[in-house]
């Protein structure tokens, strides 16, 4: 009887995280192809516009594992002329969700010329903002120009979403940054050695983004050891719960507005969809409270 070979499975969403052996360089690869998926087809978009929405989730993971991995980190991105804003939130237990909100349901605007927020959680408690002009038309040089100018990190990064016809093929990442210890030597090497990978679509829709083959790429000849791994997946946040906390932070007269009429109120979530309904009874027991 002749064996039939097993099929390899496939790859699921996570960050890879490593370090050369050297010290000189801490890498991180994910992949976020799954996490995409979902996203768009919760936000029901597609085309270039989709592209910065995957590519910007992507980014908010890979800065979120570099700069604040126990905690939520936030990236807005406002086209020029305020038109569209595409928002995407990554959280320490590797759930990332994501929206573009439009002035104008018929707008498709550019990211060029915009501006990248960074929204993050300091360790003692604190939030951390940072704003940088997109000097170009993608979200790895906008992500680039905030590690540059913001937080100062030297650091060497591109993320990539690549659609097939009707679906997504592969979406994922990397950042490889230079640790404090080290000096410009080793990072002018690499910089070289990473102008081929600027523009990483191809290479990761022909691994299906596996970030083992991408670590393998980027490190390619110099010793290095994998040191974490973690899982990703969208996750909305929302919850009936969430909802109520959120009305109970209006004025009680408000809320008493809200209910006069004893109709329920529906809201949905810009994130997923969900719709949720609120009681006249339960605004009337917010108001009280």
């Known amino acids: 009887m002749i064996a039939t070979p097993t099929a390899e499975p496939s790859p699921s969403d996570n960050a890879l995280r490593a370090e050369t052996d050297d010290g ?3 890498a991180v690869a994910v992949r976020t192809t799954d996490t995409v998926r979902q996203m768009l087809a919760k936000q029901s978009l597609w085309g270039a516009e989709a592209v910065h929405l995957a590519d910007l989730a992507t980014g908010a ?9 126990s905690h939520r980190l936030q990236c807005l991105l406002r086209s020029a002329d305020g038109a569209c804003l595409w928002v995407a939130e990554s959280n320490p237990d590797g759930g990332t969700r994501g929206l573009l909100t439009r002035k104008d349901k018929n707008t498709t605007a550019s990211i060029h010329g915009g501006t990248l927020e960074v929204v993050r959680t300091l360790r003692n408690g604190e939030l951390h903002r940072g704003v940088v002009q997109i000097p170009g038309g993608t979200v790895s040089q906008a992500l680039m120009v905030y590690l540059q100018e913001s ?3 030297v650091s060497m990064l591109a993320v990539a979403c690549e659609l097939g016809d009707d679906h997504v093929v ?5 950042i490889v940054q230079l640790l404090p210890e080290v000096g410009r030597g080793p990072l002018a090497i690499m910089a070289e050695r990473l102008r081929d990978f600027e523009h990483i679509g191809p290479l990761l829709a022909k691994n299906d983004a596996a970030t083992s083959p991408l670590l393998d790429e980027l490190l390619y000849g110099m010793p290095f050891t ?5 899982p990703l997946d969208w996750r ?3 919850s009936k719960e969430r909802v109520l906390a959120t009305l109970a932070t209006l004025p ?5 507005g809200l209910s006069a009429d004893d109709k329920p109120i529906e809201l949905s979530c810009d994130f997923c969809r969900a719709d949720y309904v609120v009681s006249a ?5 917010l108001a009280k409270s």
């Open 252 to 256: 009680g007269s408000d809320l008493a």
């Open 24 to 26: 000189a360089f801490r």
């Open 151 to 153: 937080e100062q990190v």
């Open 61 to 69: 993971i890979l800065l979120r594992e570099t700069m604040a991995p």
């Open 226 to 230: 994998r040191v974490d791994e973690r």
């Open 170 to 174: 592969a979406a994922g990442g990397y």
């Open 236 to 238: 909305c946040r929302c």
């Open 281 to 285: 009874e339960e605004l009337r027991a």
